[in-house]
């Protein structure tokens, strides 16, 4: 876990402990000067130091050029208990409490100081450009309760070796005004600046030992006991998409939507270039240099792996890169009777080694109780154009329908699928789904993976934007 976290951060590394060490030094010899305590003070800057270094200067990895000026307001209090990223929050601030008491010997201003130090945290979080790691309630929370445990210990010890603190009336005054000019002047920044997003999860959970079964038994039959499970973490879905399985392997990474572990979702590898990261197929000794050639290398994975997804499907290849420089991908679909396109997918991306590099497979069975279709193609178009929000100035057109089985709480329907494309290059126009079967406008179709032909997206990785 650590590793990840400082993985390829050794300016960040070095740069951060020289900070701690210095601050550390100037509060040891303040201290010293003024006979308050040198040692515990020296370790009250380092536990700052290090907390505002973690939360403002770890570099994210993403592109920060805009502040995100956004707050995710955690609606479900127990789950940080639950989360890596939670607990991590909760023992960075205990240090903070412990040695803020043990320096200060002062009750509330270490307690209101420690909160206050993490709200300003996660506003600069959201509203400073260039950090854009997200403000978080649930950060919050655990930094608050860490900091509160830290200060019991403390207080604990120190009432136990009978140097108990100040009492707390003596600055209550002073905390409540401070307390109170730090939460108005922070009021007004984020009803200013921010938006508050209410949602049901936000990190990352553990796991038990029926979730890590069912990533071990996903990944043995696509790969064998080629790759090894590194992690194992619970990512809770939103609506009515399910949760999923992050799962680190030893060479790329892979997804598993959980509880029905219906769909897994490998990256290998994502470059024009080949490495041993991506997966042999056993018998395979040619590289393929086309279409055709990538279609019978894809095809014998699927029938060692997948046999059941072939049956009654039908493939289709689609290169990857302006040039095929990624490979190819190798799309298995299912149709019914009606045309509407079933539920099942099996996508394997070839690279130009003829290994797999990219997999995504769903072994959901086809539904055969869908209602009656009474709504055409053209008619569901219409339909959709009236209610999109059309962009001002300029035309809108519709690129293209598909009729395809999505599930709607708990329910399989049947839906005609459009999109819209526009001479508008900044205009996002999102797809439009509507009941086969009512003719009425589905604002919440279920979020499965996406049922268009594969793309490539910019890394060479298989697109699986949602419905």
Known sequence: MFSAIFKDQTGFIVTAALAVVLVAALCFWLAHRAGRRPWSHAALGAAVTAGVALTLFLPSGAAAAEASRVCVINRNYAEPFATQQGLLNLLLFAPIGFFGLMALRTLLPVIAGSILLSLCTELLQT?????????????????????????????????????????????????????????????????????????????????????????????????????????????????????TLLIALNEGFAELTWPDGAQLNVSLESSSKTTPSSYPIPGVTRKPGSEKDALPIARRYAQEHYPRELRGSEPHVYPVGDRAELGWIISWRRRNSDGVLMPMRLDVQVNTAGRVSQLLVRTEEDPHDLPALTVDKKTAQRTALKALQQPKGHKVRIADSELLAVQRAGRWRAQWLTGFETDDKSAVLEPVYVDANTGKVDPRASRKEKIENPQEDGDGQVDTTQN
Not at 188 to 204: F, G, K, Q
């Open 127 to 243: 509203l400073v450009p260039g950090v854009s790691r997200g403000c978080d309630s649930s950060d919050l929370q655990m930094n608050a309760l860490g900091a509160l445990a830290g200060t019991a210990i403390a207080w604990g010890a120190l009432r136990l070796a009978k140097r108990p603190a100040i009492p707390p009336r003596r600055h209550a005054r002073a905390t409540a005004i401070t307390s109170a000019t730090i939460l108005v002047a922070a009021g007004i920044a984020a009803a200013t600046w921010i938006t508050p997003v209410a949602v049901d999860a936000t990190s990352l959970q553990f796991t038990g030992d029926k979730e890590k079964a069912a990533a071990h038994r996903a990944i043995r039959q696509a790969f064998g006991d080629r790759y090894k499970i590194s992690n194992v973490q619970l990512q809770a879905g939103v609506d009515d998409s399910p949760d």
